[in-house]
């Protein structure tokens, strides 16, 4: 059973910085996809970044490249998602999810990721 729990999400003002964690109860944390996806009000959830299980292929929307940093520790059993330069446009509800795949993957439709956290809100003011 795979269990996903965000956190670090807050209020913070334009141009700062928050680092959200997703702590990972998941049999064998290496063998997944990672994902980051966010959700505003009356929008669709939307990707932000993800990485494969290896790491060694990372995805960002566009809107966050240069700002956004996805990472995570398989000792840890945790994902991270540092978000530098935030925007009110940032404003949303984030949420970790992950896939099992050993192939070198970053799927970017919600509907490609079984398993998800309960969600972090971030507010960004302006």
């Known amino acids: 059973q795979v269990h996903l729990v965000e956190s670090g999400g807050g209020l913070v003002q334009a141009g700062g910085s928050l680092r959200l964690s997703c702590a990972a109860s998941?049999?064998?944390?290496?063998?997944?996809?990672w994902g980051w996806f966010r959700q505003a009000p009356g929008q669709e959830r939307e990707f932000v970044a993800g990485l494969s299980w290896d790491a060694g292929l990372i995805r960002y929307a566009d809107s966050v490249k240069g700002r956004f940093t996805i990472s995570k520790d398989n000792a840890k059993n945790t994902v991270w998602l540092q978000m530098n330069s935030l925007k009110p446009e940032d404003t949303a509800v984030y949420y970790c999810?992950?896939?099992?795949?050993?192939?070198?993957?970053?799927?970017?439709?919600?509907?490609?990721?079984?398993?998800w956290g309960q969600g972090t809100q971030v507010t960004v003011s302006s």
């Open positions: 998941v049999p064998t944390f290496s063998d997944y996809v």
């Open positions: 999810t992950a896939r099992w795949s050993r192939r070198s993957e970053v799927p970017i439709f919600f509907a490609e990721y079984p398993y």
